[in-house]
């Protein structure tokens, strides 16, 4: 029997025209040499998607067919571009931090700081607005004394954070005075990172020239016979946009000028008026607050039955020398408000509230 080698008929291609009906299916699981830089996931890749493979990592989102390119691979800041769809748009990349107390409005994460604490960031991707508020002035004691100042106002949109830890410092407010003549106490800065609002003035006792402390926003002067209190200067730290204003200027008698606030001055204290004038107003914020509002100044309402009014963001009110029930108040805790000036001999000026300090950013 005789055998045959064959050696060089074997089929290397067939035509497309032969092929005809259904292939068998072909399993795909022995095959090698594919291209390792390229990950495929039903989900889109984030900042915090670490590519072992580095710029040019390829990625493959299987529920959408879009491709995206590592462009710069940088450990938790990580930047993807999609090129699957020739747009260049980066998919979302949120910012992911810890700190203060958290809340969630629509798609924004807020972080609350009521006490000094730390903001740490370990993954960025949207920029941050955050606000620093610092503790009011406290109000001055004696007969219609002055009302604190609000704490510095500043309000910082935008801004991009690093991988890092941001150092919180929230000022307390300053006290109010408890003896007559005394003038009240400069509130505390507050600080965020390299940003820093300064402490609201303080308020003026009752003595004759006595004026309102400097500050954030400045205190309010007494209200005296003779030479009455000048109004304390409000953006101690010199900032544009300001960080709050003056405080109001002490009538002749009877009536103290209002601390300032961080929208507008504290109001004057009137010559022959009754009642003190009013805490300058503060500002609302991102988050639908008002804060920084300056205290009332101290009264002697007695013909009208009124006394003056702290201004909206927590600013306390006057107090009255004619109705022992009407003493000054302090500002609202964690709004920067000032304190109140007293309007008796024998009551005390009311307490700065304390600063505060939000940070808010999109997280989906």
Request: one cysteine or more.
């Amino acid at each position: 029997m005789t055998q045959t080698k064959v050696t060089s008929n074997l089929i290397t291609s067939v035509d497309a025209s032969k092929l005809t009906g259904t292939l068998p299916a072909i399993s795909g699981a022995s095959l090698t040499g594919l291209p390792s830089d390229i990950t495929k996931s039903s989900s889109e890749p984030t900042g915090t998607t670490n590519p072992s493979g580095g710029v040019g990592t390829v990625w493959l989102r299987t529920t959408t067919g879009e491709m995206y390119c590592c462009t710069d691979a940088t450990t938790n800041a990580n930047v993807w571009t999609n090129i699957g769809d020739g747009s260049g748009i980066q998919p979302f990349l949120p910012t992911t931090a810890t700190g203060g107390t958290i809340t969630t409005s629509g798609s924004y994460r807020y972080h609350t700081f009521t006490a000094s604490g730390t903001f740490a960031v370990s993954a960025v991707g949207q920029v941050i607005d955050y606000m620093v508020v610092a503790g009011g002035g406290g109000g001055g004691a004696g007969y219609y004394a002055g009302g604190g100042g609000a704490g510095g106002y500043r309000a910082i949109a935008s801004f991009s954070p690093s991988i890092t830890s941001y150092t919180v410092t929230i000022g307390g407010g300053g006290a109010g005075a408890t003896s007559n003549h005394q003038n009240g106490t400069v509130g505390q800065d507050s600080v965020f990172g390299s940003t820093t609002s300064s402490g609201g003035g303080y308020g003026s006792g009752y003595s004759s020239g006595n004026g309102g402390g400097s500050g954030g926003s400045g205190g309010g002067g007494a209200g005296v016979s003779g030479s009455a209190g000048a109004s304390g200067a409000g953006n101690a730290g010199s900032h544009s946009p300001v960080e709050g204003y003056a405080g109001g200027s002490g009538g002749n008698a009877f009536s103290a000028g209002g601390g300032g606030g961080a929208s507008g001055v504290g109001a004057n204290g009137t010559s022959g008026a009754t009642v003190g004038g009013s805490g300058g107003h503060g500002l609302q914020w991102l988050d639908g607050t008002i804060y920084a509002g300056g205290g009332g100044g101290g009264s002697y309402s007695g013909f009208t039955g009124g006394r003056s009014t702290g201004g909206d963001g927590g600013g306390g009110q006057g107090g009255d020398y004619t109705a022992a029930t009407q003493a000054a108040t302090g500002g609202t805790v964690n709004t920067g408000g000032g304190g109140g000036g007293n309007g008796t001999s024998s009551g005390n000026g009311g307490a700065g509230g304390s600063g505060v300090v939000i940070v808010r950013y999109e997280f989906q």
